[in-house]
């Protein structure tokens, strides 16, 4: 068994896919770099991130499975599940060596937890579109942090590009150490260094004093509103949890603890 070794990223993951037809292995077991710890049952092969190969196996997945196979696959790799890699890195294999769309085929183990791991994904995704809270910052950014189970900002991008074309925004994602930004123009990935207090925060609710004055007001009067509004003999807890888990509770204005 041969143990490859691969950068974590897709083209990395591609490069692999390549690597394996390139050197004819036989058995391959696939791992991060930050996850390989030396194994004496296997040699280690250190695949190098190459974009001209990775384009190669992409072109040829876009083939067989068309976008929207493309579509899950990427979901899938966005999900950082090791189990997940080796099954994209099989599900290509058999890809190219069964030929055709194989995206349906559930049979197939790395088919049905490809596509499984996909669907977490992407409910991640729908939910950090729907739960993400912007602040108002002095300088005038609206900003937002988030921790999602997933690696869900290359999903989410078109979807606040979209919406909030009209103002300049960051959303970071604190467990990432990175973010997307939107200049008023074009929106692009940026690496930022966040205040200690930030990133060690129990919630996601920025420090009071790095926010816009109005700002703090509307916080204030929200959550007023919300709790005068909030009917006790009304209260439904379960379905509140049912329809917004308690892990999204700190993204809501409501919930957060403005004596920070």
Not at 64 to 87: K, P, S, T, V, W
Not at 123 to 132: D, I, L, P, T
Not at 237 to 245: A, D, G, N, S, W
Request: hydrophobic share 40%; aromatic share 14%; glycine share 8%.
């Amino acid at each position: 068994m041969e143990i490859y070794v691969f950068d974590g990223s897709l083209v990395g993951l591609l490069s692999a896919v390549f690597t394996f037809y390139e050197r004819k292995s036989a058995v391959v077991k696939l791992m991060r770099e930050d996850d390989y710890q030396p194994d004496l049952l296997g040699g280690k092969v250190e695949v190098h991130s190459d974009h001209g190969k990775a384009a190669r196996v992409w072109k040829g997945l876009v083939k067989h499975i068309g976008m929207e196979g493309l579509n899950r696959f990427y979901a899938a790799f966005l999900g950082e599940d090791a189990a997940g890699y080796q099954c994209l890195f099989d599900l290509s294999r058999y890809v190219f060596e069964r030929g055709g769309d194989v995206m349906e085929d559930f049979g197939n183990a790395h088919v049905l937890f490809v596509s499984q791991l996909a669907r977490k994904v992407h409910r991640e995704k729908h939910r950090m579109e729907a739960f993400v809270r912007f602040q108002k910052m002095a300088d005038g950014l609206f900003a937002a942090t988030m921790e999602p189970d997933y690696n869900v900002l290359p999903l989410i991008r078109k979807h606040f590009t979209d919406r909030y074309a009209d103002q300049r925004w960051l959303i970071y994602d604190r467990r990432r150490k990175y973010g997307l930004y939107y200049n008023g123009d074009c929106t692009e990935e940026v690496a930022v260094e966040l205040a200690e207090r930030v990133e060690k925060g129990d919630g996601v609710s920025l420090p009071q004093n790095l926010l816009a004055a109005d700002e703090v007001l509307y916080q204030r009067l929200w959550k007023g509103y919300f709790n005068h509004t909030n009917i006790p003999a009304r209260k439904n807890t379960q379905l509140h949890i049912r329809h917004i888990p308690k892990r999204y509770w700190r993204y809501l204005t409501e919930k957060f603890d403005l004596h920070l």
